[in-house]
């Protein structure tokens, strides 16, 4: 049996998308894939705005994920919470699907008591120990110059915690916009990464080319699928393909909940 894999974006961004098309349409394509986009957006001074914030929660809406507003001094924690929220709400939606398969019309309010507890244990524990990849893409325009040193502790801290799941966990770091093109990978897809020096200092620009960034960081998804694919490993799909995708007798809920 291949082992499932939650693939995820994490938006980091101080800032609006200013060049390069619209980047909700680039989410849209990201969750098409199976991919989930989830966004932090980055409280400093002025540099958010209004518009800042209605389009980072358009990209995280479109993407399937979360989106979150943070102080630079809780940036670290949020990455943490963001990633872990992404998770279990991509696995409720597998919950979901299959519910429909092995219910029919019913849903969680029509299992016993006791179904649902172990539905619940299920969930977290598969959050637990799924296989989880995430790309951290970090906007470096100059607005962020401010908060390197921020972001880079925040890396950090995320690949050590990571380093205490029961699952396997990989990462890859790129910024954007890229010296010569729109994304510098700064990190490629490891396993423990809190030890990379992260050239995070960019020279100083006002573009923020988001929709270019993303449609780069799917194109290093799907060269590592190819790989993968031929390892053993199948990213999960998204969730209106689930249950097509799942034996007919139930998959996830019937070993462990039924």
Same mark, same amino acid.
């Given at each position: 049996?291949?082992?499932? #894999?939650?693939?995820? &974006?994490?938006? *980091? ?13 680039? !989410? ?6 199976? &991919? #989930?986009?989830?966004?932090? =957006?980055?409280?400093? =001074? ?5 518009? =800042? ?8 809406? +479109? ?6 507003? #943070? ?10 919470? *963001?990633?872990?929220? +992404?998770? %279990?709400? $991509?696995?409720?939606?597998? *919950? ?20 649902? +507890? /172990? ?9 637990? !120990?799924?296989? @989880? ?13 401010? @908060? ?15 380093? +205490? ?6 990462? !890859? ?16 897809? %490891?396993?423990? =990464?809190?030890?990379? /020096?992260?050239?995070?200092? /960019? ?13 780069? $960081? ?7 699928? &190819? ?6 490993? #199948? ?24």
């Amino acid at each position: 049996m291949r082992e499932m #894999v939650l693939e995820q &974006i994490l938006l *980091v961004t101080d800032g609006c998308s200013n060049v390069g098309g619209d980047p909700v349409e680039a !989410a849209a394509e990201a969750r098409q894939q199976g &991919i #989930v986009v989830n966004v932090i =957006g980055i409280l400093h =001074g002025q540099a958010l705005g209004e518009q =800042g914030r209605r389009e980072a929660e358009r990209i995280a809406a +479109a993407g399937g994920g979360v989106c979150q507003f #943070v102080q630079p001094e809780r940036l670290s924690h949020t990455v943490q919470a *963001v990633t872990r929220q +992404a998770m %279990t709400r $991509t696995l409720h939606a597998v *919950v979901r699907e299959e519910l429909q398969t092995l219910l029919a019309e019913g849903s969680v309010a029509d299992l016993a008591p006791e179904q649902r +507890a /172990r539905l619940a244990a299920s969930v977290e524990t598969w959050a637990e !120990a799924s296989h @989880l990849r995430v790309f951290l893409l970090l906007d470096t325009s100059a607005s962020m110059a401010p @908060l390197v040193s921020t972001v880079r502790r925040a890396v950090r801290d995320f690949f050590l915690s990571l380093a +205490a799941r029961s699952g396997p966990s990989e990462v !890859a770091v790129g910024a954007f916009p890229g010296v010569e093109g729109a994304l510098d990978l700064l990190v490629d897809w %490891t396993t423990d =990464g809190s030890a990379a /020096r992260l050239a995070l200092e /960019r020279p100083p620009t006002g573009l923020t080319p988001t929709a270019p960034a993303l449609r780069a $960081t799917l194109a290093h998804f799907r060269s590592w699928r &190819i790989l993968g694919e031929a390892g053993g490993f #199948v990213a999960l799909p998204p969730a209106s393909k689930v249950s097509a995708d799942r034996p007919p007798n139930g998959g996830l809920l019937r070993d462990y909940v039924f």
